[in-house]
């Protein structure tokens, strides 16, 4: 278990992993590491693995590198992603990880942007998730990029 008293910044730590403050939302592995699943209507349908060094991580602003207009307020988070041996899609945020998780945070009743980007980007991502409002009004992208992922355009492109 996670001994809380050690999380550096334990207000961040409560807004990005609930599950941590709550009983039976995670579950607690060997390692000491927990086990968070954020599956559901506007989440990434990802198991996160959280312990006491990345749980005062916080979402950032995305590396203009990845050379993609998101529709939207990207934000990201560094970490490490793979596909567990039952088929699971795992993350471990790391600030010297060989991933980018991407979130794109798209619509609202008064905003324009609809995440249009995801049918391009899609195919350029290890993963990609869109999770919307049954209305499809609002809701979220979600992108698995490696840490060094440039998109290159070409002027047969435009």
């Not at 954020?38 to 349908?45: E, H, I, L, S, V």
């Not at 950032?60 to 596909?83: A, H, M, Q, R, T």
Request: a negative charge.
């Amino acid at each position: 278990m996670i001994n809380k008293e050690k999380i550096k910044n334990i207000e961040a730590a409560e807004r990005m992993w609930p599950e941590l403050f709550t009983e039976n939302e995670s579950v607690t592995l060997t390692n000491g590491e927990e086990l968070i699943n954020r599956y559901g209507k506007y989440q990434p349908n990802l198991t996160f693995l959280i312990n006491e060094k990345n749980a005062s991580m916080v979402w950032e602003n995305v590396p203009k590198e990845i050379n993609i207009n998101f529709d939207g307020d990207p934000l990201s988070l560094p970490g490490d992603y793979w596909v567990s041996k039952k088929g699971t899609h795992c993350f471990r945020p790391n600030p010297n990880g060989k991933h980018i998780l991407v979130r794109v945070d798209w619509g609202g009743c008064f905003i324009s942007s609809r995440g249009d980007e995801y049918e391009e980007t899609k195919p350029l991502a290890l993963f990609a998730k869109r999770a919307s409002s049954n209305g499809g009004g609002t809701g979220y992208n979600f992108y698995i990029f490696d840490k060094n992922f440039r998109r290159e355009v070409s002027i047969e492109d435009i």
